[in-house]
């Protein structure tokens, strides 16, 4: 994890993924690139006449708080003794850090943005996971930070998509002081079954318990969130899952779930 790409935007979940970013980027004396970007389309006003613009107030407004949200930034990673660097787009936030993920490690965002003016809420997570190439951690915005130490619990279901998580997840698990495998009862397997997941990781070095966990007549992923709470672990990690093409945008059931409202940081990776 060595170059580390986090989303910067005023919202309830920045300061978490700012602290998130911090340590990750402290235990793997990495890299951090803060994107900033600004998605205009948001601020669009439309007239009776079919014609769309943007208040020149408005985006001279945008851009003062952009500003002074930069200038806050920069003057706390002064101080806090990080490599870092600042990249400003204009533009879908999704968009923006999906095409800087190519040479990154690790993408940090939060599930949602705050409400623009427009009232509508752009989601950010979903959209990332989707298209990026580098693993999403999804930080909570009530997070404290990340303890890269932490124990880590794998949700597998034997799909690539788990598997893709497994791999991308590997700089974190070595770190883990216990890492769990964690296969629901009843879900039907898609592929490699759990005992491949861990002798995976231990080719790697990494020790890891398997669990099957009871589903007790609820979803998967209300499943999960039980397995959390009772185990204790940093994080979850799980493969993200699309449909089809044309429906590319939407994600699985569990993963839309459990980031509708994360019990932990979520490395997710398509």
């Not at 978490?16 to 793997?28: E, G, K, N, S, Y």
Request: proline share 6%.
């Amino acid at each position: 994890m060595k170059s580390v790409l986090l989303h910067i935007h005023r919202d309830h979940g920045q300061e978490a993924r700012l602290q998130a970013a911090l340590d990750i980027v402290r235990t793997f004396d990495g890299h951090l690139t803060c994107l900033q970007a600004t998605p205009f389309e948001t601020y669009i006003i439309g007239d009776p006449f079919g014609g769309v613009y943007a208040l020149p107030q408005m985006i001279a407004e945008i851009r003062k708080g952009e500003e002074a949200e930069r200038r806050t930034i920069e003057d706390r990673l002064k101080r806090e003794g990080v490599s870092w660097d600042w990249l400003s787009y204009d533009g879908s936030a999704a968009k923006v850090l999906a095409d800087n993920s190519w040479l990154a490690d690790l993408a940090i965002v939060s599930v949602l943005t705050d409400k623009s003016e427009s009232g509508r809420t752009p989601p950010i997570a979903a959209d990332v996971v989707l298209h990026a190439r580098a693993p999403v951690l999804v930080v909570p915005d009530e997070a404290t930070g990340f303890d890269c130490s932490a124990g880590a619990m794998i949700a597998w279901n034997g799909s690539r998509e788990s598997s893709q998580a497994l791999r991308a997840a590997l700089p974190l698990l070595r770190m883990a002081d216990a890492v769990t495998v964690i296969c629901v009862a009843e879900e039907q397997s898609k592929g490699l079954p759990p005992t491949a997941a861990a002798t995976f990781l231990s080719r790697h070095g990494v020790a890891c318990n398997l669990v099957e966990q009871p589903r007790e007549h609820r979803s998967v992923a209300d499943t999960l969130r039980a397995a959390i709470s009772a185990g204790g672990p940093g994080y979850l990690v799980m493969g993200a899952f699309g449909h089809s093409r044309l429906r590319e945008r939407v994600l699985g059931g569990v993963t839309h779930d459990l980031l509708a409202n994360p019990p932990k940081p979520l490395l997710l990776a398509h």
